[in-house]
């Protein structure tokens, strides 16, 4: 049997103490199954955030999509997870990734390093995480590369696949979408290297770009001006978009999950009412 969907919703956007807790309650009334917040320089800080979300919604599990692990010292880090994961009532799931905007590490006067360095860092910090009081908190591993699917085929409950990828030479973290067949190699690679495991993990993708829409042109008229080598169709199929009638977006849903068991998704907070009516219709047809 498929695993059931989730869906979680990426809240960017920092608010006023009575706003927050307004769009954290909004989101549980569209059926979002997990609340999170990045970890980026200008958006809400990760943690207090999701204490407040905590105390304004009663069901939703609250993540972190993904803690830079480059911002945080391991032991330190383990400290913030456990109270958060105790002041959220074990709701928590913490995702991390290696950080991949060097000019808020910059701004920051924090080393960048090498992928090499920031992998390895990482490593560190989830084996930190292990052994102190965080462990029991479910551990979502973002990444795409050899050394990171790895880690995330040995640690990680739930394998987050990046469907992006950095710009190279770009330091604001600008980011290109990888095809379904680049997103089909990483899958395969990701079950070699946890074809051992006894439970497998959860696989999840982040949405780039929804819209319930009966003209796609328009909806992709950003991303095709950025990306003028696609065509209307090569944009449709990326892995990340989902443009179409309710019916097509939703297949597009299913098909994720039957191409690539990725029963997970997590769309972006501009996208939070769009992608609901999707989420309502897929819980439908599953009932």
Known sequence: MPRPFRFGVNLLTPASAGDWRAKCR????????????????????????????????????LGT????????????LAREVATTAALTGGRLELGLGTGYVQ????????????????????????????????AGVP?????????????????????????????????????????AGELDERVRRYGELAASRAEPAERNLLIQIVAVTDDPASALGPLLERRP????????????????????????VRELRDRYGISYLTVLEPYMEAFAPVAAELAEQSA
């Open 65 to 76: 999509f993904v803690l830079n692990a480059g911002f945080w010292n391991p032991v330190l």
């Open 139 to 179: 551990l979502l591993i973002g990444g795409n590369g050899d050394r990171m699917l790895r880690l995330t085929a040995e640690h990680a409950d739930i394998a987050a696949f990046t469907g992006a990828r950095l710009v190279p030479g770009n330091t604001e973290g600008r980011l290109d979408p990888v095809t």
């Open 103 to 134: 000019a808020e590490h910059d701004r920051a006067g924090l080393p960048f390093g090498s992928p090499r360095e920031r992998v390895d860092h990482l490593r560190r910090t989830v084996e930190e995480l292990l052994k102190s009081d965080a």
């Open 229 to 252: 080598e696609l065509t209307l169709e090569q944009a449709l199929a990326l892995p990340t978009v989902l443009v179409g009638t309710l019916e097509e977006v939703a297949g597009r």
């Open 26 to 61: 909004r989101a549980e009334e569209l059926g979002y199954d997990v609340i999170l917040v990045p970890d980026h320089l200008g958006m809400p800080a990760p943690f207090p955030a999701l204490v407040a979300a905590a105390e304004a919604t009663g069901r939703p599990r």
